[in-house]
């Protein structure tokens, strides 16, 4: 599943890009998920509500209000990993998309062995990403998840909370589990409790005071194994 957006304030532009991207994807056996907008203010409006639910985004450079290179620099700004394409009709732009970590810059309109090639950077970044990222489900989305960006992952029974700072996502499963994929830079300071260990700023009084202010309870048969780790990761970072 590849998930793409794709930004344009044209509506033609918009529906002749997803329809040559359908016809990439269905050739190369990938199933697509697709959201347009006609603005970049729309675009940057329903990222801060759905961070992490978009793999690529494809931007018009030259659309009215946020051009596409103000609306990537917002993007980053805002910490958003999703990855960029550019598409203009103008080529005096092709360098620009350098300094936002742009995928790939496209000419109007984009051949169909440009997109696919774009399609196979995109699907070869995901891959490399995802030692740097921890994926969930809820419901039918998957969520990417920046590692760097997770405070700590709370258990309530069989639903999981995986806490940021912009945003908290819930899924079913179990901390033991978790643990497991997240791997050792994290650690258990609690049965309910998973924090990742540069998000602590200190033990004290019994609790593990996060970077943020808030405070995580640290269970009595947690504690040697908690600042002992917390110290290890210290030292390592």
């Not at 990222?47 to 990537?72: C, I, K, N």
């Not at 258990?188 to 609790?207: C, F, K, M, T």
Request: hydrophobic letters at 40%; aromatic letters at 10%; a neutral charge.
């Amino acid at each position: 599943m590849l998930r793409i957006g794709i930004c344009d304030d044209i509506y033609d532009a918009r529906l002749v890009l997803r329809a040559a991207l359908e016809r990439v994807l269905e050739k190369r056996k990938l199933q697509g998920q697709f959201w347009e907008f006609s603005s970049g203010e729309g675009l940057l409006r329903w990222l801060e509500s759905h961070a992490g639910e978009m793999d690529l985004v494809f931007l018009d450079m030259e659309m009215g209000g946020l051009d596409g290179m103000e609306t990537a620099r917002r993007l980053r700004e805002a910490g958003s990993e999703v990855q960029l394409v550019f598409v203009t009709g103008y080529a005096d732009h092709v360098f620009d998309g350098y300094s936002v970590g742009a995928l790939g810059y496209l000419m109007k309109p984009p051949k169909p062995e440009q997109l696919d090639a774009v399609v196979e950077r995109a699907q070869a970044a995901l891959m490399r990403g995802l030692d740097r990222t921890y994926v969930c489900r809820s419901g039918d989305t998957y969520y990417r998840i920046p590692i760097a960006n997770i405070s700590y992952f709370a258990s309530d029974r069989r639903q999981i909370q995986c806490v940021t700072p912009g945003r908290t996502y819930t899924f079913y499963g179990k901390l033991d589990d978790v643990a497991g994929e997240v791997g050792g830079g994290f650690v258990r300071i609690h049965q309910r409790y998973l924090v990742r260990a540069g998000a602590v700023d200190r033990l004290e009084s019994g609790e593990a005071v996060l970077r943020s202010g808030e405070r995580l309870p640290v269970s009595r048969s947690y504690q040697r194994s908690a600042l002992l780790a917390l110290t290890r990761a210290e030292l390592e970072g």
